[in-house]
């Protein structure tokens, strides 16, 4: 996160983030995505938007409606958008998932909202990966080591 700090777990980052600011976690499968979101909202500082939820055609009226999705939860929350699959039509190509995360990431900003983003990095080529790095503060891209 930081340049010679350590960070202990996803909700202490979370934390550190400044008004308006995002991280974005990109992880390995739909599977550890859950694992990511379960972990923030359980300690209550945060509230989930699965994109699952947002019926739309396009990643820009995805946007809309979790604006509109966005103006009930509570403003003191962590923001936590999970986007690992799903069978609508934004969600199926990437330039619909880019869209979305570009229009609803300004939405979130303007708030000044915290977020964190959960995304299966199966879905985003490196050149989008590349992009969405450069466009947020924190970019976390998790992966397995190995298993025992």
């Known amino acids: 996160m930081e ?4 960070i202990e777990s ?7 983030l400044a008004r308006g600011e995002q991280m974005i976690v990109c992880v390995p499968s739909a599977e550890h995505a859950v694992t990511c979101r379960t972990s923030l909202v359980a300690g209550g500082v945060a509230a989930a938007l699965m994109s699952d939820s947002l019926e739309a055609k396009s990643g820009a009226l995805a946007a809309d409606a979790g604006k509109r999705a966005l103006a009930l939860l509570p403003q003191k929350k962590i923001v936590v958008i999970e986007l690992a699959g799903g069978d609508r039509a934004w969600q199926r190509n990437e330039s619909g998932r880019l869209q979305f995360i ?5 939405a979130l ?3 000044g909202a915290k977020s964190v983003w959960i ?7 490196d050149a989008a990966a590349a992009r969405l790095k450069d466009e947020s503060r924190f ?3 998790a992966f397995l080591i190995g298993r025992t």
């Open 139 to 141: 970019f976390v891209d």
């Open 3 to 6: 340049a010679g700090k350590r």
């Open 102 to 106: 570009e229009k609803f990431s300004a």
């Open 10 to 16: 996803l909700q202490a980052a979370a934390a550190r």
């Open 109 to 111: 900003r303007r708030r």
């Open 119 to 125: 995304i299966a990095r199966p879905l985003l080529s």
